[in-house]
């Protein structure tokens, strides 16, 4: 247990001294997990917005579906992802296999059916009336849209920070797809798990309260964000 | 209510202004290998991009034992400098590191089973073979030694610890790497020559613990268990201030452990398009710099060199490579 309090100690060094090599792992995780959160917003708050705005056959089997998925484990996306983006893969041509963008990629789809579920789930939870309210007011059948998720907006930024949230703690798709090259695609989880591997369990120690400190940095700041907006 | 929605159209566009922003940083991020347009992006990510972005990147995939012992750190700069390019380096154990040459992924692999290499070459895949390094397996255990092998020949070791495990599975663990590595291929090698078929080893018992992870994660688990294992003394001698298990076995014909590094044959795999670097990395890995490296990496830190040049001529031990080998530069 010893290790316990040299790791949050050295986690504190390290934040400190602002370790150059610590530093730059850190800005690339953040860097690609906030780039897949925001790529699958994209898709995701849309497509959440449509499913829950309209009535169709199979509705129900889809959120079942999309729900499902959430418990997809991150080293068969990394596979799915490897079969495609290799060279021998149909997207081989891009080149993409062992950079950052690979494992932006990744996330992405990890993370698509996390946050298109959670989107439904917030919409579900506004007022059926505010759509009718709105609409009588005059509001196109648009802007009374985006007037429910502008309500639910708490419910949708608190998906968006889950999904943020297992993007940038994931292991399995980060290691496969960037491949933990040094200073290209080695991200806090990646070297969390080399260093593991090779022992030294304090610095991982360290590693691993410097993601969690920065998942609540992030946190603080779009609450604090949304409060005022 | 029109206030409402009003500013919740300003809340969105804000999100689509943040995410086009955010999308211009990805995009050039995706695709950093021919980039050359990016230097009349003015944003500023895209400048920060673009100090790499005329840099060609060399990958490589590497055997988890060169990895595990730190020797790329050193390696790599020096590579980087001295051929203008980015070293980028992926290590997996040699099966792993092997797939990935087949499909193109990396351009060059340094790995160390003497038989898939060869089949490797006998496919077409490899190109340019050539030897850098060598140095020795060992068995190490708890230094109680409760298989009583110390002392002996790698086989009888491993007929002991058979013998020990099936007996008593509580005292007699072995840890087997479990992947399709070098040193796993070492391992079956020595089960046959101490008499077992490796599908019968595998069976045994649950003496014998296939671990499925790289060098070092299986010595400390080695260590944890109070297992033997087969390890290569350099990636033990970079763990041994970690681990209380010690050396039993070192001597043995079966112990020799020769790095070899080949370059993806762009014959074969069209998408190979960094011969003339890797013919440089093959030859640089050659080269007195790089031998003369080896000879006292590790020296300062571990008492002896981690790994043994093979220029210089120390290694004559059957199965060691030819002088070619090591000697003739590739084109």
């Given at each position: 247990m010893q290790e316990l309090w040299e790791g949050l100690v050295q986690a504190v060094q390290l934040i400190v001294r602002l370790d150059p090599e610590v530093v730059e792992i850190s800005l690339r995780s953040l860097y690609v997990s906030a780039a897949a959160i925001l790529i699958a917003a994209l898709f995701c708050v849309p497509a959440g917005g449509m499913i829950h705005f309209h009535e169709f056959r199979g509705k129900k089997v889809l959120i079942n579906v999309i729900q499902t998925f959430y418990s997809i484990p991150t080293v068969v996306v990394g596979l799915f992802v490897f079969l495609f983006i290799s060279r021998a893969g149909p997207l081989g041509g891009l080149e993409l296999l062992f950079t950052p963008g690979a494992i932006i990629i990744g996330q992405v789809i990890l993370i698509l059916p996390i946050l298109t579920g959670m989107i439904i789930s917030a919409l579900n939870g506004v007022d059926k009336s505010i759509k009718d309210t709105a609409l009588s007011m005059g509001a196109s059948g648009s802007q009374a849209i985006w007037t429910i998720i502008g309500e639910a907006r708490f419910a949708v930024v608190g998906a968006l920070i889950l999904g943020f949230g297992r993007a940038i703690s994931e292991v399995g798709a980060a290691m496969m797809l960037g491949g933990n090259i040094r200073g290209y695609t080695r991200v806090l989880t990646t070297a969390i798990s080399l260093e593991t591997q090779r022992g030294d369990l304090v610095l991982s120690l360290a590693l691993g309260i410097i993601l969690i400190s920065i998942a609540m940095v992030v946190s603080v700041i779009v609450n604090v964000l949304l409060q005022r907006y | 209510m029109k206030a409402l929605v009003t500013r919740s159209i300003r809340q969105i566009s804000l999100l689509v202004l943040l995410v086009s922003l955010l999308l211009s940083i990805v995009l050039p991020g995706c695709s950093p290998a021919a980039r050359p347009a990016a230097t009349d992006n003015k944003s500023a990510a895209a400048t920060t991009f673009a100090v790499t972005a005329g840099i060609p990147r060399f990958k490589i995939a590497t055997t988890t034992s060169l990895y595990d012992t730190g020797l790329w750190n050193y390696l790599e700069p020096m590579f980087e400098k001295k051929a203008n390019v980015r070293l980028d380096i992926v290590y997996a154990g040699t099966g792993a590191a092997l797939e990935y040459g087949k499909r193109g992924d990396v351009d060059a692999v340094v790995v160390h089973d003497p038989e898939a290499e060869a089949q490797f070459m006998a496919d077409g895949y490899g190109i340019n073979k050539r030897s850098f390094a060598f140095n020795h397996f060992l068995i190490a255990g708890p230094a109680a030694d409760p298989a009583g092998i110390k002392g002996l020949t790698p086989d009888q070791a491993f007929k002991k610890i058979y013998e020990g495990g099936i007996a008593d599975p509580t005292r007699v663990k072995f840890i087997s790497r479990g992947d399709s590595s070098g040193t796993q291929a070492k391992e079956k090698l020595i089960w046959q020559a101490a008499g077992y078929t490796y599908t019968d080893v595998e069976k045994a018992?649950?003496?014998?613990?296939?671990?499925?992870?790289?060098m070092g994660p299986c010595l400390l688990m080695a260590n944890e268990q109070q297992a033997y294992l087969l390890a290569d003394i350099s990636t033990f001698l970079a763990y041994k201030g970690k681990v209380t298990i010690v050396p039993l076995v070192e001597q043995g014909a079966l112990f020799l452990n020769v790095y070899d590094v080949m370059a993806i044959n762009p014959a074969k795999i069209k998408t190979a398009k960094m011969l003339p670097t890797a013919n440089a990395f093959i030859n640089w890995l050659m080269s007195d710099e790089v031998q003369n490296m080896l000879a006292t990496y590790g020296v300062a830190e571990y008492g002896r060199s981690l790994f043994t040049p093979l220029k210089g001529g120390g290694?004559?031990?059957?199965g060691c490579p030819k002088l070619e080998d090591y000697t003739t530069p590739v084109k």
């Open positions: - | 018992g649950p003496w014998y613990v296939e671990a499925g992870k790289g290694c004559t031990e059957p």
